[in-house]
Nanobody
Framework: QVQLVESGGGLVQPGGSLRLSCAASGITSSIYVMAWYRQAPGKQRELVANIIRGGSTNYADSVKGRFTISRDNANKMVYLQMDSLEPEDTAVYYC???????????WGQGTQVTVSS
């Protein structure tokens, strides 16, 4: 079955950087869209960034210019480079994929990112 495994979370000081990775397995077809979401305590899960199969990207306004999403189609990986981190970026970050546009999608288990001095 489809499995997503995130890694790379942790504790970082404000202004620091982290790189999240997500490995997808159990998939024999190409992946339409790969995305990162996050959920802070007491808040709804929100889209951070996504990248479509052809390479086009979309970012939440709050992370534009600081975060960069990329994907490795051959190895079914998606990455999130997070720079200039702020305390407001503290959340559990989730990887999400959809195999085709109307696919309900699959979720990873999440990785904690904490930005604090």
């Amino acid at each position: 079955q489809v499995q997503l495994v995130e890694s790379g979370g942790g504790l970082v000081q404000p202004g620091g950087s982290l790189r999240l990775s997500c490995a997808a397995s159990g998939i024999t077809s190409s992946i339409y869209v790969m995305a990162w979401y996050r959920q802070a305590p007491g808040k709804q899960r929100e889209l951070v960034a996504n990248i479509i199969r052809g390479g086009s990207t979309n970012y939440a306004d709050s992370v534009k210019g600081r975060f960069t999403i990329s994907r490795d189609n051959a190895n079914k990986m998606v990455y999130l480079q997070m720079d200039s981190l702020e305390p407001e970026d503290t959340a559990v970050y989730y990887c999400n994929i959809r195999l085709y546009p109307t696919d309900p999608g699959y979720w990873g288990q999440g990785t904690q990112v904490t930005v604090s001095s």
